[in-house]
């Protein structure tokens, strides 16, 4: 097929699809010009690799004109306002969620919404003066949000301290059941008072979110602030990920002829490519992309070049070892099952974190000229692919073995990794047990934990957040106002999203 062949498909499927939206259309419609037209050049070989679905570039094309993922300082910008979008710094709880509306609308990503919102209670906190006023002010802020950011990869963070804003941000919630934003709570259980905890417990519960990042842990990330945006990515505030490119391990493994084959010539061919693939468009993104040349978030100090890192994502491992243990003739010890197994995973992921740390990258100071490794969500075309580290849907085990699995493989990745655990819908009469879970899971070396209640219309899908009723809609061919539900259809569809195992407390 000639390239304007490739071309003219692309653009008529997207032109005549009725389940799009005007925005949906228009947005995939900017996207075309990018797979097609290369600014840089991707290193020999790369395209086998891609080819064969060891490696993906997670369709953010070869002309990037803007990083992946941004995290702009929001409480400078509070502090000082915005020259360039001519707001002054706000004096009151109005003025300030105005300001941010405005700001949010000029913050790109690669979903073209911005991903990361801020911790928004330690934003709107100082301004409240009147917690009736603040009260109507924010219900109506989180409903345009949704209405306005058609994307659940916008991630709001509240947390650790319990504040008045926090409260009303969970109550707010709680009552409008939105998929937008997901909002994460900072956790660390010598901060956060129980109550608090509990509180987000019940809106987890009741609509998927927050869920609980390990704080205590998270702090030490970076040698600045940080915070948790997209699906549950980790990165620096003031800055934030130049790309996200990563190796799938079940297609690595079906390219090994054994275990030693795997680790000694597969891993570091594929670490090799992934890496010099990420610095390419990384160099462009600096030296020739508009972004880092010209835009005001960069200019008036919001974002850092020196606060951006590279996200090495992984996913596959479950089928990678499952593949390994096969080949060895072991096909009855699985991923979550055996101490063989994992213990095979943990030598998979000590051999790929020994390679890609030592990859040096000019470009991402603030992780110590390293890649960071990211369990990464998947894709919604994935088929028997799980995403990160997970144990694969249909295959879990009991809850409180799951937890101490998931601890033992969340500390390999430094910029996000997460578990979902829905709960049966009576796990909402005792938010408090869910509580005691995550401080043992917490306890264990988990990083991220997300439940919701199996009666919950919002769901999360992998790291976003999409409702079951929009997926059912979009199903019958009906256009949705959410982005995410056209990933979350594939993924119900490919992964069965919706037969995973439901817990009891």
């Not at 939105?178 to 008072?193: G, M, Q, R, V």
Request: with cysteine; aromatic share 10%; proline share 5%.
């Amino acid at each position: 097929m000639s390239l304007q062949q490739e071309i003219y498909e692309s653009t008529m499927r997207i032109a005549t699809d009725t389940s799009l939206t005007h925005e949906q259309a228009m947005m995939n419609l900017s996207k075309i010009p990018g797979q097609f037209v290369y600014g840089f050049t991707p290193p020999e070989g790369y395209d086998r690799l891609l080819a064969s679905g060891v490696l993906s570039d997670l369709g953010e094309g070869y002309a990037p004109i803007c990083p992946r993922y941004l995290l702009p300082d929001y409480e400078l910008f509070l502090e000082k306002g915005c020259r360039f979008l001519r707001i002054d710094p706000p004096k009151d709880l109005f003025e300030a969620i105005e300001a941010l509306k405005m700001f949010y609308r000029h913050v790109p990503s690669i979903t073209n919404f911005p991903v990361y919102l801020g911790r928004l209670d330690r934003l709107l906190q100082p301004f409240i003066r009147d917690e009736e006023q603040a009260r109507y002010l924010i219900r109506h802020f989180l409903t345009f949000l949704d209405r306005t950011i058609s994307d659940s990869y916008a991630h709001a963070n509240i947390g650790p301290e319990a504040t008045l804003a926090g409260e009303i941000l969970l109550d707010c919630d709680y009552e409008l059941q939105n998929a937008t934003p997901s909002i994460t709570l900072l956790y660390d259980p010598e901060i956060t008072p129980d109550a608090f905890a509990a509180r987000c417990a019940r809106n987890d519960l009741a609509c998927a979110k927050p869920s609980f990042a390990n704080d205590r842990v998270y702090r030490q990330a970076y040698r600045v602030p940080y915070g948790v945006a997209s699906c549950y990515n980790v990165l620096p505030v003031g800055g934030g990920a130049f790309t996200l490119a990563r190796l799938n391990l079940k297609a690595a493994a079906d390219q090994a002829k054994d275990i030693e084959d795997l680790l000694e010539r597969v891993l570091p061919e594929a670490v090799r490519l992934n890496c010099a693939f990420m610095d390419a468009k990384i160099a462009f993104l600096i030296e020739k992309s508009l972004f880092f040349k010209a835009n005001f978030l960069v200019q008036e100090g919001f974002l850092r070049l020196d606060r951006f890192t590279g996200m090495f994502g992984v996913v596959g491992l479950a089928e990678c070892v499952n593949r390994l243990e096969a080949l060895s003739g072991r096909a009855d010890l699985r991923y979550g099952h055996s101490g063989e197994a994992d213990a095979l995973a943990h030598r998979v992921m000590r051999r790929l974190t020994e390679l890609v740390n030592a990859y040096q990258s000019p470009y991402c100071a603030v992780s110590g000229g390293r890649f960071s490794l990211h369990a990464q969500v998947g894709l919604d075309t994935d088929i028997g692919v799980s995403s990160g580290a997970r144990i694969p849907i249909g295959d879990e085990i009991a809850l409180y073995e799951h937890l101490r699995h998931a601890g033992q493989f969340h500390p390999y990745f430094h910029s996000g990794v997460g578990d979902i655990f829905p709960f049966e819908v009576t796990a909402k009469k005792n938010p408090e047990s869910l509580v005691d879970i995550v401080k043992g899971a917490f306890s264990v070396g988990m990083r991220y934990f997300s439940a919701y209640a199996d009666d919950s219309d919002v769901i999360r899908i992998t790291g976003y957040l999409v409702k079951k009723s929009d997926i059912e809609k979009l199903a019958r061919g009906e256009a949705v106002q959410q982005d995410n539900v056209i990933w979350g259809l594939g993924e119900v569809r490919n992964s069965h999203i919706l037969e995973r195992k439901v817990r009891s407390l």
